[in-house]
Structures are given as C-alpha cells and as structure tokens.
C-alpha cells in the first residue's frame, strides 16, 4: 500500500552524488516513515551526510540512526566545526513495528537542549541527550541525502524498509511536527 524501498542488513545504501547547500540555515527538518529488525544492525533511516561513506556523528550532518544495542531510534546532528554531535534517543523497541519519526534541529536555539527535538507516531520522545553543540554553527554548505545503510561498514545497513524520506532546511513547529508525525503514520498504516 505504500511505496518503499527494502535494505538488507549489509551497508546497502542510497545516496546522492549531487550536494544540497544547507549553509543557509541553521534549521532542518527530517520526516521518515520506516520498518526494520532494529535490533540486527546500526542502521541508519535516512540523513543529510557531509560524506557518503562516514557517519554523521564523525562527519557532520543530520542522522536518523537505528541501534542494535538497543533497538530505539535517535535522531542526532553534528553541526559544521562543532566538536561532538547532540541527540536525542527514544526508549521505545523499534524492531519489527512500522514507524514515523520527525526531528526538529535548530543549532541557534537558547538552550542545548531545545536544539533537537524527537516525535515518534505523533507523541514527542522524551529520551536522553549528550554531547555538545557547537551553537549556532551552520550546517556544512555540502550535504548528501543518504538513505540505508549509516556508513560504508558492512554491519551498519538499516535492515527493513523506508517508505518516506523529507528533509528541509527550516524546523517545524512542535504543533506541525506533531500534526506531521501524525498523517504520515495514518498513511503508512491504512
């Protein structure tokens, strides 16, 4: 009923040659709508990625990351010059359930902790943060959408599927995130 593409848990993996200049904003967007054995693979979902074959955590970018060790989804970002990426990772079991997530990134916002915001079918995650932010840096003005696999690692391929993929460079509203998270998961599961 709804389009997708499926990946095998062996760094399959979508992604651009072409770059899109997000040094313009320092806001962005992320909306997926995905299915996966979460807990087989570190599979990224989708992200805008400096590189093509690193992580966004290491090379900058925008990630929506699966983990095996855990089985939740985290969206995370790593701002252009700053020294560690910021997350926020949710405390839900992922595997096997069809999912929408939504992530607001604002690297100038007052306070680190309003930097990422995370909304998984239509309820925002309240989860754990870390790292640092480099505030108000811009994004790097050469970023790839990459969707699959999280990095050229054989072990890090998102094992499912990925039904939708939005990225824009502003930051929704939590209300329009939630109304957002919200249609998408009625599509993905009518």
Request: charged residues 15%; glycine residues 12%.
């Amino acid at each position: 009923r709804v389009p997708s593409v499926a990946y095998a848990a062996s760094g399959e993996a979508h992604g651009t040659s072409t770059t899109i200049d997000w040094s313009a904003s320092n806001k962005a967007t992320i909306l997926t709508v995905w299915i996966s054995d979460a807990n087989t693979a570190n599979g990224g979902i989708a992200s805008i990625a400096a590189s093509l074959t690193t992580t966004c955590s290491t090379s900058g970018g925008i990630e929506h990351l699966l983990g095996a060790s855990s089985g939740y989804w985290t969206p995370l970002h790593r701002p252009a010059g700053a020294g560690d990426f910021w997350l926020e990772r949710d405390t839900i079991d992922d595997t096997g359930v069809a999912r929408v997530t939504v992530s607001l990134h604002d690297t100038t916002a007052a306070s680190e902790a309003d930097e990422i915001r995370g909304y998984q079918d239509g309820i925002e995650i309240t989860g754990s943060t870390t790292g640092t932010s480099g505030g108000g840096a811009n994004w790097q003005s050469a970023l790839h959408a990459v969707m699959g696999a999280r990095d050229a690692q054989g072990d890090e391929g998102l094992d499912g599927r990925l039904h939708r993929f939005v990225a824009m460079p502003s930051a929704l509203t939590n209300a329009q995130a939630l109304r957002a998270s919200q249609c998408l998961l009625y599509t993905a599961r009518t």
